[in-house]
């Protein structure tokens, strides 16, 4: 099956599908429960990755229709390689078919993809799979797909601060002038829109090292929901609640 496959396991009512009034424009997903879905199921893990990417497909052509302009997903962190050998070699040739393969679909559906994260230090083909994929891609102008791999936060923020450090050590920067916005300026997201919302599956409620600084303004919402499970319809709830949230700043 494809990404923006026509069937979906859930049948969503296009009036469900209409954009959210007020909701968010940025949305990050921490993607998590695949495991414990396919425990429940008695398969192996592998098969709680396949499944996922089902959610992926669904969540991809769902986000634009609610008016999510930019989506940001946590597809693999930099504490995965930890993971068993056979889990991090099926999830690496789950990213060569589903996100290299598919360049067609994306093209068809407007879909620029983007990528955060170290993920130049990944395999070598994959690398060069990915490279082709951003610039096939590039002029694509619907939504903006960020896809963070072999990604940690504090990895991000650490990078920014050594160039600025360089920067010091140079003699071209005093570090009496630094400001928030020169360190955002060399995160990986830096020329993508503020997030609005980030969202985790499956009933956790934490960060797991995932946009750290970007998150100090966003809305977050939390779902018992596995990543399996999430659909379209889950996606407009939490829009929803977006929407009818009042969003301060920290200025009062």
Same mark, same amino acid.
């Not at 959210?20 to 997903?29: E, F, L, M, Y």
């Not at 056979?86 to 040739?93: A, R, T």
């Not at 590039?138 to 896809?147: I, M, P």
């Given at each position: 099956m494809r990404?923006?496959?026509?069937? *979906?396991?859930?049948?969503?009512? @296009? *009036?469900? +599908?209409? /954009?959210?009034? =007020?909701? /968010?424009?940025?949305?990050?997903?921490?993607m998590d429960g695949n495991g414990r879905?396919?425990?429940?199921?008695?398969? /192996?893990?592998? !098969?709680?990755?396949? %499944?996922?990417? &089902? *959610?992926?497909?669904?969540?991809?052509? !769902?986000? /634009?229709?609610?008016?999510? &302009?930019?989506?940001? +997903?946590y597809a693999f962190s930099s504490e995965n390689w930890s993971r068993p050998a @056979?889990?991090? *070699? @099926?999830?690496? =040739?789950l990213l060569r078919h589903h996100l290299i393969a598919e360049l067609d679909e994306l093209a068809d559906n407007d879909v620029r993809l983007r990528l955060i994260g170290d993920w130049r230090s990944m395999r070598s083909d994959v690398v060069a799979g990915l490279e082709r994929a951003i610039a096939a891609t590039?002029?694509?102008?619907?939504?903006?797909? %960020?896809? !963070?791999?072999?990604?940690?936060?504090? @990895? &991000?923020?650490?990078?920014s601060v050594r160039t600025l450090a360089e920067a010091v050590k140079a003699g071209t920067l005093d570090p009496a002038r630094i400001t928030p916005e020169m360190l955002a300026a060399g995160l990986d997201t830096a020329d993508l829109p503020p997030v609005d919302l980030i969202i985790r599956s499956s009933g956790e409620q934490r960060l797991s090292n995932f946009l750290l600084w970007q998150a100090a303004y966003a809305e977050f919402w939390f779902t018992e929901t596995l990543w399996p499970d999430f659909d379209e319809a889950t996606l407009r709830q939490a829009a929803e609640v977006f929407a009818a949230r009042e969003r301060r700043f920290g200025g009062r």
């Open positions: 990404w923006f496959a026509q069937a *979906s396991r859930t049948a969503v009512a @296009d *009036s469900a +599908l209409a /954009p959210v009034k =007020g909701g /968010p424009r940025h949305v990050a997903i921490i879905w396919a425990k429940a199921r008695h398969l /192996p893990r592998v !098969a709680g990755h396949r %499944a996922g990417v &089902e *959610s992926v497909r669904r969540v991809v052509r !769902a986000a /634009p229709q609610l008016g999510i &302009e930019t989506l940001t +997903l @056979d889990e991090v *070699s @099926d999830l690496m =040739g590039a002029g694509n102008r619907g939504l903006q797909l %960020a896809v !963070a791999l072999n990604y940690g936060a504090q @990895d &991000e923020m650490i990078r």
